[in-house]
């Protein structure tokens, strides 16, 4: 049985919940199981948030994830906060652009991809989230690249279809990044 | 059927327009607010009435103008929110109104605090209000059920003439997950027979009341209404059991709770332990029939909850005390991981087992 259990997690506002929801989509585009379940509270920009996304070939119990097996981290607390609840083997995904130690794990696979450097010298620097995003996907194959395109569409609302390209490019940046 | 990705509170609100409702009246509160963020967007496009009271206990009393000249009308809120709701359940209860009352639950008590919780259970299954009466109250454990159960709501609500709650919790409000959105139905054409519509000079009034000045005939009232709640507790229990037929352990639980712990009855079966689940999808009325059955059969329950203890009491109430009832809870808007409720389970098969 395939099965992702993903805790993405930084500041508000770096798009977190966002990236979440691209796997989401993505998800059901394939006809998975899944739940996405967002922190939420007296947050903001700025703030820590993090979201939940858990893609089955099951019934999806608890949408609460506990241990990770994929863990993509914007900044050092929730690093901090999630590191030593990955389950061993698991990948964690850093933006070593922002977070500068390294993981202290050594039953888990660190990658670090300087996501937000990347993002500004495309011009694009709030796509962090999609190169680190992009990086993910090609690394655990969790979900297929198609559906990533198919996700994009639906979650980018139409008055704002300029951005698909914009994503898509910061998503292949992220898959080009050879770590 | 397309599966759609939803929120639990936009499924509510999308469901409830599915099911031909066209008014909606709340007043913001986390977490719970996209429900009337939704209505905001999509009522003033269907001719419908989204409107934001000033205040929680203005919105009941919208409702229950609306719902007296019979049309389908709904309010949400959470917690706090639904306290300064009970003035006005009460009267609709008191008055024979149908309406939904959505509850997306948050700690308590007072202010507490924004996190998921389940401890409105009492407040909800009690009777949500002054007097004597109750409320059907429904509860979801996950975004097709939002939308499912809000559609029975209104059906139930109307068929016995009472309010409903749909209960929820912040998780189940906040989640996203994919879900078949029910089938169109266009608003009632007609309205029913008692609704408060003007009588065209052509029949005697109709009055929405609650107000009864003879002790004898609100006595009479108080009655009926306790025959037709027999009804309900006769036709209208749901309840779906998980892994039931050879359980020693007989978990209970609801909303989100029940979904942490279906994972740890699976990891409890992968050593060996017979758990399975009863879980409760209308609180009032509670499922005590196959709760009671249970009993003969499982050594030991385990409720599995947000507060601390309130649908504990209905297990034991509903068992009789036959077997010992064990509990696994978090309160303040916390949540149980499925590790601290198969150190339960595992608590309940050995010590419930020693018990036989």
């Not at chain 1, 994503?167 to 990044?177: E, M, T």
């Not at chain 2, 000033?54 to 917690?79: C, D, L, Q, W």
């Amino acid at each position: 049985m395939r099965e992702n259990q993903i805790i993405i997690a930084g500041f508000g506002g770096q798009g977190l919940l966002f990236s979440g929801k691209v796997l989401a989509y993505a998800g059901l585009h394939e006809g998975r199981h899944l739940s996405w379940l967002p922190s939420y509270g007296p947050e903001m920009r700025g703030g820590t948030a993090n979201c939940n996304v858990i893609l089955s070939d099951r019934d999806v119990g608890s949408p609460i994830v506990t241990h990770p097996d994929i863990l993509m981290v914007m900044n050092t607390p929730s690093l901090d906060k999630y590191e030593d609840e990955v389950q061993p083997g698991g990948s964690i995904f850093i933006d070593s652009s922002l977070i500068t130690r390294k993981v202290r794990r050594t039953d888990v696979t660190a990658h670090y991809i300087p996501a937000t450097q990347i993002a500004v010298d495309l011009g694009l620097p709030t796509l962090a989230n999609m190169v680190l995003l992009g990086a993910l996907v090609k690394d655990t194959g969790c979900i297929e690249d198609e559906s990533l395109k198919a996700s994009l569409e639906q979650v980018i609302p139409a008055r704002r279809a300029n951005m698909l390209e914009l994503n898509l490019k910061a998503l292949q940046a992220g898959k080009d990044y050879d770590a | 059927m397309e599966k759609v990705l939803m929120k639990g509170n936009e499924a509510i609100a999308e469901a409830a327009i599915r099911a031909g409702c066209r008014h909606y009246f709340g007043y913001p509160i986390t977490p719970q607010t996209e429900v009337a963020a939704y209505m905001a967007k999509r009522m003033p496009k269907i001719d419908g009435v989204f409107l934001q009271a000033e205040s929680e206990i203005a919105a009941i009393n919208m409702v229950y103008g609306v719902s007296a000249t019979g049309k389908r009308v709904m309010t949400s809120s959470s917690s706090p929110g639904i306290a300064l709701k009970t003035e006005g359940i009460s009267y609709l209860a008191g008055a024979d109104l149908p309406a939904l009352i959505v509850n997306v639950q948050r700690g308590g008590p007072g202010l507490g605090g924004i996190q998921p919780s389940q401890a409105d259970y009492f407040l909800a299954t009690r009777g949500p209000g002054h007097g004597d009466f109750h409320v059907l109250v429904l509860a979801p454990s996950s975004v097709q059920e939002m939308a499912d159960l809000t559609v029975r709501g209104f059906e139930l609500a109307e068929k016995y003439r009472m309010p409903a709650m749909l209960l929820a919790d912040g998780t189940m409000g906040q989640m996203m997950e994919p879900v078949v959105l029910p089938e169109e139905q266009k608003p009632a054409a007609k309205a029913p027979g008692w609704a408060v519509t003007g009588t065209e000079c052509k029949r005697p009034h109709n009055i929405a009341n609650s107000l009864y000045l003879s002790p004898a005939e609100l006595e009479r009232l108080n009655v009926e209404r306790f025959e037709r709640y027999a009804e309900v507790e006769k036709n209208e229990v749901m309840w779906e059991e998980f892994m039931m037929d050879d359980a020693e352990v007989c978990v209970v639980s609801c909303g989100i709770t029940a979904r942490v712990s279906r994972n740890a009855i699976i990891e409890a079966r992968a050593m060996g332990i017979k758990a399975g689940m009863i879980r409760p999808i209308t609180l009032w009325p509670f499922p005590k029939k196959p709760l009671l059955a249970a009993a003969d059969k499982v050594n030991a329950f385990l409720t599995v909850e947000l507060s601390m203890g309130q649908m504990h009491e209905d297990v034991e109430l509903a068992i009789r005390c036959k077997k010992p009832v064990y509990m696994c809870n978090r309160v303040g808007g916390m949540i149980p991981s499925p590790d601290e409720v198969l150190n339960s389970i595992k608590k309940a098969a050995e010590e419930g087992g020693k018990a036989q």
